[in-house]
């Protein structure tokens, strides 16, 4: 299991999303998209965005996952 809590993960993801949109004019749907475009504008340094894509793929991985042997 990802040393965080996907709850932790899903609400500063949304709030970097929502920033992007009404802040920067930027509209992007998927996380990963959102994290770069992040960077780009300064809001994310690449350690960040690193931390964050790691994150997103450790999340998907616990959401879309029909293994029992990777939730645990």
Not at 26 to 49: E, H, M, T, W, Y
Request: charged share 20%; glycine share 2%.
């Amino acid at each position: 299991m990802p040393p965080f809590s996907v709850y932790s993960f899903e609400s500063p993801s949304k709030l970097l999303k929502v920033h992007l949109d009404q802040h920067e004019g930027i509209v992007c749907n998927a996380p990963k998209r959102f994290v770069r475009q992040a960077l780009k504008v300064g809001l994310l340094s690449v350690q960040d965005v690193e931390t964050c894509l790691t994150m997103t793929d450790d999340r998907n991985l616990i959401s879309h996952t029909y293994i029992e042997a990777h939730t645990q």
